[in-house]
Nanobody
């Protein structure tokens, strides 16, 4: 089993910044591709960003590209989402996810093996 725990959520003003963190345990972190997703009440979970197992390749949803940065520290078994220029529409519960058996071309599909509990991000206008 792999456990993922998100942290760093909170309330921030529009235009501000926030950094989310995801701590992993249970398996070798460096073997997993990692992703961030978000969800608002009554809405389908939405892809935000993904990073390759070695950290050399990233992919972002168009809605966050240029504003968010995903990164990882395999030695610390951590993945991060640095969010800048935040907008009210970024308000959501943000989830960290891990996978070993997904093709890179499908990292935005939401088909991941493990999910964290989520952390709330609220952007005020």
């Amino acid at each position: 089993q792999v456990q993922l725990v998100e942290s760093g959520g909170g309330l921030v003003q529009a235009g501000g910044s926030l950094r989310l963190a995801c701590a992993a345990s249970g398996r070798t972190f460096s073997s997993y591709r990692m992703g961030w997703f978000r969800q608002t009440p009554g809405k389908e979970r939405e892809f935000v960003a993904a990073i390759s197992s070695g950290g050399g390749t990233t992919y972002y949803a168009d809605s966050v590209k240029g504003r968010f940065t995903i990164s990882r520290d395999n030695a610390k078994k951590m993945v991060y989402l640095q969010m800048s220029s935040l907008r009210p529409e970024d308000t959501a519960v943000y989830y960290c996810a891990a996978t070993e058996g997904i093709r890179w071309s499908r990292v935005a599909s939401g088909v991941y093996d493990y999910w964290g509990q989520g952390t709330q991000v609220t952007v005020s206008s």
